[in-house]
């Protein structure tokens, strides 16, 4: 009997590996480190040369994970993965499916973690896996905070007002120290958003003010003559990142008698990573500030094309 079961599986084995010859199955991510509740986005990538077309997304089982910290402890997930979106890979050509692992999976504490995907083929009645990857969880010490109130609604007078809490962080990675911004409630039990503001010199203080829409504008030094402006909105979302240069003039943060914060001294330099980007600007004028829309992030992002 247990001969025939390692026949079994022995056959099974060469008919993945076979499989695995006509597709290819990678997983990436943007960085290898980031902080609690950051978006972590998983990219799938699936190359077809089986000869026919392949379909997924037809159900939520099509595309699994594996996660593992270290000790090969497995991560609870507590919720399901928004891979439900129905694609075609025809014959010699690939496709990228982008996944958010954060809303359903645990990975909060600090420390190193494998990642695998598992992709179900149903024209080759076969699952293949990817090579594993690992990405870390960084530990951060808070250096601000500041909480603010928020009206639910404008329009009523009456409507109660909401706490939001901003709160800046530096993290060590690797060799270098990065700037995070979060956004929560008072209690810190909802996230509304946590995201990198990059590197910032060893020496420097970021600049932080609130302005009169609530919003938080930081100014950060990360090079010997550079700077980096975000301005954070108080529901989690980048509104607006830019680059400026120290010049003849420090670039500082000012606010003026309505409330309104602008960067004043240095100069600005466009830069491909902008929010919004240089060549898709769309300007959002107000007194002698400008302020910019950042378009809405997708849950899961499809992209395909031949390959190669």
């Excluded at 919003?215 to 509104?239: C, E, W």
Aim: positive net charge.
């Amino acid at each position: 009997m247990l001969k025939k079961i390692a026949l079994y599986l022995s056959l099974l084995c060469c008919i993945a590996q076979g499989v695995q010859g006509q597709v290819d199955v990678s997983l990436e991510f943007k960085k290898e480190f980031y902080l609690a509740h950051e978006s972590i986005m998983a990219e799938v990538k699936i190359v077809n040369f089986s000869g026919k077309t392949l379909n997924f997304g037809a159900d939520k089982n099509w595309l699994q994970f594996t996660i593992e910290s270290r000790g090969e402890f497995p991560v609870e997930k507590v919720g399901d993965l928004n891979v439900v979106e129905q694609f075609k890979v025809p014959n010699a050509s690939r496709a990228i499916r982008r996944v958010h692992l954060i809303p359903a999976y645990k990975i909060d504490n600090p420390g190193r973690y494998r990642v695998a995907a598992y992709i179900s083929i149903p024209e080759l009645n076969t699952q293949l896996v990817t090579t594993p990857v690992e990405i870390g969880i960084l530990s951060a010490s808070v250096v601000w905070e500041r909480e603010i109130g928020l009206v639910k609604d404008k329009n009523d007078p009456s409507a109660p007002i909401e706490i939001r809490k901003y709160s800046l962080m530096r993290a060590v990675n690797k060799k270098q120290i990065d700037l995070y911004v979060k956004v929560t409630d008072k209690y810190q039990r909802y996230i509304y958003g946590v995201y990198s503001l990059g590197n910032i010199v060893s020496f420097g203080e970021p600049e932080r003010q609130v302005d009169r829409f609530s919003n938080l504008h930081v100014l950060m030094q990360n090079g010997a003559r550079s700077f980096r402006y975000t301005i954070v909105k108080p529901d989690g979302k980048i509104l607006l990142r830019q680059r400026h240069n120290y010049t003849a003039s420090r670039p500082k943060l000012i606010m003026d008698k309505t409330g309104l914060i602008q960067v004043f001294g240095g100069k600005r330099k466009a830069s491909f990573d902008d929010i919004p980007s240089p060549e898709k600007m769309n300007e959002v004028k107000g007194g002698n500030q400008k302020t910019t829309v950042l378009p809405e992030n997708n849950s899961g992002e499809l992209q395909s094309g031949s390959t190669e």
